[in-house]
């Protein structure tokens, strides 16, 4: 299974972008989604999380501006970045969880995506 991030990019502060991770390869299904966020010199932080059947959970530092979503025929996760500030300004990750043909589930990392809001 491999991850393709993309979206990134650099946006005036108010601005929005949305953010792509697409899965390949073989597999059954998305299990769980989350995006995460390291900017320059800091540890990376949870931004967004979604489960099949669970709640979707946002940092407090984005709810009400991030939504996170999926397309399942599309084997691909988005998030929705509205009302971008400069402090939202890191690389962003996708994080899945996906259940394999042998029921294993495995955990895979996109390569990470910049965002840049300039004020």
């Known amino acids: 299974v491999q991850l393709q991030a993309s979206g990134g990019g650099l946006v005036q502060a108010g601005g929005s972008l949305r953010l792509s991770c697409a899965a390949s390869?073989?597999?059954?299904?998305?299990?769980?989604i989350q995006w995460f966020r390291q900017a320059p010199g800091k540890q990376r932080d949870f931004v967004a999380r979604?489960?099949?059947?669970?709640?979707?959970n946002y940092a407090h530092f984005v709810e009400g501006r991030f939504t996170i979503s999926r397309d399942n025929a599309k084997n691909t996760v988005y998030l929705q970045m509205s009302s971008l500030k400069p402090e939202d300004t890191a690389v962003y990750y996708c994080n899945l969880m996906i259940l394999e043909g042998d029921a294993r589930i495995a955990d895979y990392w996109g390569q990470g995506t910049q965002v840049t809001v300039s004020s």
């Open positions: 390869g073989n597999f059954v299904s998305i299990v769980e």
């Open positions: 979604a489960s099949n059947g669970g709640p979707t």
